[in-house]
């Protein structure tokens, strides 16, 4: 399957995009994590934590938080 990669503005998008279409939950993990809170960590890796539908509802009613 050939995907085009320059339909989406970062790599980002495009694995939020198939985790999406395949109904997989993600969440973003690692130094790309810590990034986004402005706390510079070097890092060439992409870590990510994935799981079933049923966890991710788990996860938010243990949070007290509605599921997407």
């Known amino acids: 399957m050939e995907i085009p990669i320059l ?10 995009q198939e985790f999406k279409k395949k109904k ?4 973003l993990i690692g130094g790309f994590a810590v990034n986004y809170y402005k706390v510079s960590r070097q890092t060439r890796d992409l870590c990510l934590k ?12 243990q949070l007290g938080l509605e599921s997407a």
Do not use: R, W
Request: with cysteine; glycine share 4%; hydrophobic share 40%.
């Open 7 to 16: 339909k989406y503005p970062t790599v980002f998008h495009l694995i939020s």
């Open 24 to 27: 997989i939950s993600c969440v």
């Open 50 to 61: 994935y799981g079933s539908e049923s966890l991710y509802d788990k996860i938010m009613a």
